[in-house]
């Protein structure tokens, strides 16, 4: 995803484009849930998985943790 797909994102992802963003297919990306080692928050919603979009872009350090506002990594 380039930097503009990043700050057009929802609230909350689906488990397969969360996965995509940290570079992880589906399966993987649901085994790291059912186990509990998925790195941000788990939104379980009856049979819905949603990841909060905010904690992963933290987690990729491409959103500043004081003002919420996204950050350019200075390598793009």
Do not use: F, K
Request: glycine share 8%.
């Amino acid at each position: 995803m380039n930097r503009h797909q990043l700050s057009t994102l929802p609230p909350t992802l689906d488990v397969r484009t969360a996965g995509s963003i940290l570079g992880l297919g589906r399966t993987a990306s649901y085994e790291l849930i059912r186990c509990g080692q998925w790195p941000t928050p788990v939104l379980r919603l009856g049979h819905c998985i949603r990841i909060p979009t905010v904690p992963l872009l933290r987690l990729l350090e491409l959103e500043d943790h004081t003002t919420g506002v996204e950050r350019v990594p200075q390598h793009a």
